[in-house]
């Protein structure tokens, strides 16, 4: 007896994907080459299973289905087929890895169970964030505008660089171990306002600021004061320029907010005096003792990783709430109301569900169109934490996650590590586990300020754990490995322009920057030496996804996933998008061959009424055969973007 069951195929599961609240989820197994007595289906609700015996079809008396109505209350829901044969039972359940499609079928009860999102119906995430491209700054390292040439307000024990391309500097942490992190370029606000039209060309239409709050390091994540610019980067009324003048060029601005610790040298911790006698750690009466956790082991107090400078925070304390979230003028609110168009939430998994649902709840009353992503690297939708498994994605917390998923997979694709076919697996599993409101939100970077930058990546640069700062500071591709790394890169940038989602630009990976780990991937931004061609790369795709709203809310269709070829379709053809929008019909075909060698590849194009095929680039011409096959040669490490010819 064989069974069959595809949880993304809408013959066997519909509808497809995530579904809202009291949702009716019609699900059908097929059995083939024996006899079923029974079929049940097995379901885990709300912590209780509950077994549902599936009826036959009367005209197939190979199917069997059962309608299910989804519960009323968001959560998550897990499944899988019991059969009774001849006084046995058979199972069918998950693939082992959990990514949802096809599955297995055990005779012993070890199983996966198949995951269906419920979601709360009415769930929505801001349009025009899932129409942006974005642009990801470190502020430090993007650009200086300083009057005088004095860079503001600096630090006594800070190290300023006098050249913006020297070398970093490395120093100790002046009272805690580690680096201090507290050389500076002097990039600040001004500098970002003054670039507004460089990043408008580049077609951006978002900037996510790493932290600009005052804190002690370069990267901000050890914040001072919440309600403070810091002053090396500006003031507020500066923030409210770069604000106004961004929107005016339809630019928005998402900051980044660090609420799980603030800095031990901070005005609500001040462990070493800067801000005067109060503070929790050195007054316990202060108002802000209530917010950390004190004890006796080293260093005193919890922190954040058993970073001595990061004292973690109880966030559920009702004063910390009232100071970052439910105050009338909040931290969240107040630099929303200031211009922000949304925050990027550092660290979600260390904040309770129910601060960041507060949080969102905040937020919107400020801005019902503001965005909120959250920083997770796996799977949000059934990622645990702590032992807890997360709401994130069920309507009432997070729009959007910065997509690692999604960029580990093309990374792992483009470098010869899987197949076509298992990066095809992964991205169709993200698919059909997020609402759909979040899936054409999710962040898709290719790099970022936590990771190495990505022409090194892609150009196979090793790092080693017995490599000097000096070495990982110096370390760059040989020639042969930068135009390696130079063709994947192109490949990158075009599934990241093409793909379903917000493509999000790590500052100067447009211009071809190279760097290894933190903190060799905050260097700063190389003005004076573009790699103009990948710039122009970059801009057309740019250009191209912001004309074509099929490459923004269109469809997504698969068709090739073989070996080193991945090839999908984005279209829109009944004019409607995805969210029953009107928009323009039109259809693109995205191929990419990673090999080193040309493949050939024959794609089924049969459901896109178009005569004739253009590619992007290159402008050759394609015509699919009279059965709907399209058949193009791609050279070795290349990709083809082809749209409809114009007649």
Not at 350 to 358: A, M, S, T, V, Y
Not at 489 to 511: H, K, N, S
Not at 569 to 574: E, V
Not at 604 to 623: H, I, M, P
């Amino acid at each position: 007896m064989q069974l069959f069951h595809d949880s993304q195929n809408i013959e066997y599961r519909c509808p497809f994907g995530a579904v809202p609240t009291e949702e009716v989820v019609t699900l059908r197994l097929r059995v083939s080459e024996g006899t079923a007595e029974r079929v049940f289906l097995r379901l885990w609700i709300g912590g209780q299973e509950c077994l549902m015996e599936m009826e036959k079809s009367d005209t197939d008396m190979q199917w069997f289905s059962v309608s299910v109505t989804m519960p009323s209350e968001a959560q998550l829901i897990w499944y899988y087929f019991i059969v009774e044969s001849d006084g046995r039972r058979v199972y069918y359940s998950n693939q082992e890895d959990g990514l949802g499609g096809v599955g297995r079928q055990t005779d012993a009860a070890v199983h996966t169970s198949y995951q269906i999102t419920v979601y709360e119906r009415g769930f929505h995430t801001p349009d025009w964030f899932k129409h942006s491209i974005m642009y990801q700054i470190f502020p430090d390292r993007f650009c200086g505008i300083h009057h005088n040439g004095e860079i503001f307000k600096k630090r006594e024990d800070y190290i300023i660089h006098g050249d913006w391309y020297e070398p970093l500097a490395f120093a100790p942490h002046p009272y805690e171990d580690g680096p201090a992190c507290n050389d500076f370029y002097g990039g600040n606000l001004e500098g970002i306002r003054a670039k507004l039209p460089y990043l408008k060309d580049l077609g951006i239409g978002v900037l996510y600021l790493n932290p600009i709050f005052d804190a002690y390091s370069n990267h901000k994540y050890d914040t001072a004061d919440y309600t403070k610019i810091d002053p090396m980067f500006g003031t507020e009324e500066d923030f409210r320029l770069l604000c106004a003048d961004a929107r005016a060029l339809g630019i928005r601005v998402v900051l980044d907010g660090v609420f799980s610790h603030t800095g031990s040298d901070s005005v609500y911790f001040n462990k070493y005096g800067n801000y005067g006698e109060g503070g929790a750690y050195r007054d316990r009466n202060s108002p802000y003792a209530e917010w950390f956790d004190f004890g006796n082991e080293p260093p005193g107090y919890t922190s954040w990783w058993g970073c001595s400078n990061l004292p973690n925070v109880k966030e559920m304390t009702p004063s910390y709430l009232e100071h970052i979230l439910s105050g009338s003028d909040a931290v969240v609110k107040h630099w929303v109301r200031a211009g922000a168009s949304g925050w990027r939430l550092d660290v979600a998994d260390e904040l309770p569900d129910e601060f960041i649902e507060i949080l969102r709840r905040e937020v919107k009353s400020a801005d019902e169109n503001a965005v909120v992503i959250g920083e997770v690297w796996e799977d949000a939708s059934n990622k645990e934490s702590y032992s807890v498994l997360r709401r994130y994605l069920l309507g009432k917390e997070l729009d959007s996650v910065m997509n690692y998923p999604w960029k580990d997979a093309v990374i792992a694709f483009l470098l010869d590590q899987i197949p076509a076919e298992a990066l095809n697996r992964r991205l169709e599993s993200l698919r059909e586990n997020y609402p759909k409101e979040v899936f054409y939100s999710l962040m898709n970077i290719a790099g970022t300020h936590d990771t190495m930058r990505i022409k090194n990546v892609l150009g196979e640069q090793r790092q080693t754990d017995d490599m000097s700062g000096e070495q990982k500071q110096n370390a760059r591709l040989s020639p042969w490995q930068e135009t390696l790394a130079l063709c994947r890169v192109r490949l990158m940038a075009l599934l990241q322009m093409t793909y379903c989602g917000v493509p999000c630009i790590y500052y100067g990976d447009e211009i071809g920057m190279q760097g290894l780990s933190d903190p060799f991937n905050r260097m700063p931004y190389t003005w004076r030496q573009i790699d103009p061609q990948l710039q122009a790369y970059y801009r057309s795709l740019t250009t191209l996804r912001n004309e074509n709203t099929f490459l923004r809310t269109g469809k997504i269709q698969t068709l090739y996933a073989q070996g080193g070829v991945y090839a999908y379709a984005r279209y829109i053809t009944d004019g409607m998008d995805v969210f029953g929008k009107p928009a323009n019909n039109g259809a693109a075909l995205c191929v990419v061959n990673r090999d080193s060698e040309a493949q050939t590849v024959c794609l089924n194009v049969s459901d896109f009424d178009v005569k004739e095929w253009t590619e992007f680039l290159r402008g050759e011409t394609f015509s699919p055969a009279a059965d709907g096959t399209l058949t193009v040669t791609l050279e070795g490490m290349s990709g083809g973007l082809f749209l409809p010819a114009k007649q």
